[in-house]
């Protein structure tokens, strides 16, 4: 193991990376992970994109984004969830707390087929890096509450929204007794943050195959997310050494008819194939600690 590096975000915390010899289980150099995100708004906020190009005036309350948004508990989870069953994929679905008020019953649901639920602060608006350290603290304790009383299991890792927690998060994390997290983007494997207290494992969230920028930043189509999928894991093989493809849907956006086949034709694919690792962030951040022999 290299000599630990200062963070760059995560305050109080050396790196741990592992070198160009890390393997995935059975030799593989590719983990696929199929992430979900179900996101959901505090009261009188609204998704800060829509699906409407032209901008309203400062100040205007945004109703199109904000029914946009709803879509994904009113019914683009429960497509996904339906794509993973026939797939025979486990997600690791990003999740707002607020769905244990909102949409319990979706939340069991996800629990009940075997999802990993990933905390993903109580509300999308609910930004890490725009509170202060006890706000912080606050939002990880009632999220983790909310989340764990419905599924009765208590989330093991974590992503905040826009991937952006405050400079104190990952220490406020592993105090909660979180595993792992995903606010990180500087690597292609995972990697360990030590902390005088613990260590956690920093599983770099990767956007190259992700819905939201793809369809409604670059305005690409489903059929193209299939095909930057294929030619993604190609480069990847090539690499000879041990990375991670995300291939995310947020539930509002690719939970949708018109999305959801690209979804689950990337899910087949994957499936068809003997020389990748598909996995969830839990599985990662197990494998690891195991192949590195830190404890927590």
């Not at 010899?21 to 593989?28: A, K, L, S």
């Not at 991937?163 to 592993?174: I, K, N, R, V, Y």
Request: aromatic fraction near 8%; proline fraction near 6%; glycine fraction near 10%.
């Amino acid at each position: 193991m290299p000599i630990p590096e200062q963070d760059a975000v995560a305050r109080g915390a050396r790196v741990l990376r592992l070198d160009s010899g890390f393997r995935w289980p059975g030799g593989c150099t590719v983990a696929i992970v199929f992430g979900a995100a179900f996101e959901c708004w505090s009261d009188g906020k609204t998704p800060a994109i829509g699906p409407m190009g032209n901008p309203l005036p400062a100040g205007a309350f945004d109703t199109n984004a904000l029914s946009w948004g709803k879509y994904g508990a009113a019914r683009g989870m429960e497509r996904l969830l339906q794509v993973a069953d026939r797939a025979g994929i486990q997600l690791s679905v990003m999740t707002s707390g607020i769905f244990a008020e909102r949409a319990p019953h979706l939340l069991k649901a996800m629990a009940d087929a075997g999802h990993e639920i990933v905390a993903h602060s109580f509300a999308q608006d609910i930004i890490p890096a725009r509170l202060a350290p006890e706000e912080i603290q606050a939002d990880i304790a009632r999220t983790t509450d909310a989340l764990a009383s419905i599924t009765g299991i208590k989330p093991g890792g974590w992503i905040s929204p826009r991937g952006t927690p405050g400079l104190d998060s990952a220490q406020f994390l592993l105090d909660a007794g979180y595993a792992w997290h995903g606010d990180v983007f500087d690597d292609d494997r995972p990697y360990v943050q030590v902390f005088e207290t613990g260590n956690m494992v920093a599983i770099p969230l990767t956007m190259d195959i992700n819905d939201l920028p793809h369809a409604m930043r670059y305005g690409h189509s489903p059929r193209q997310f299939v095909e930057l999928f294929d030619d993604t894991l190609t480069a990847a093989l090539t690499c000879e050494e041990a990375l991670i493809i995300d291939v995310n849907a947020h539930a509002h956006v690719y939970g949708r008819p018109a999305g959801a086949w690209a979804y689950e034709a990337i899910a087949n694919k994957a499936r068809a194939r003997d020389d990748i690792w598909i996995a969830t962030r839990g599985d990662i951040a197990a494998h690891v600690r195991q192949a590195t022999g830190l404890e927590r």
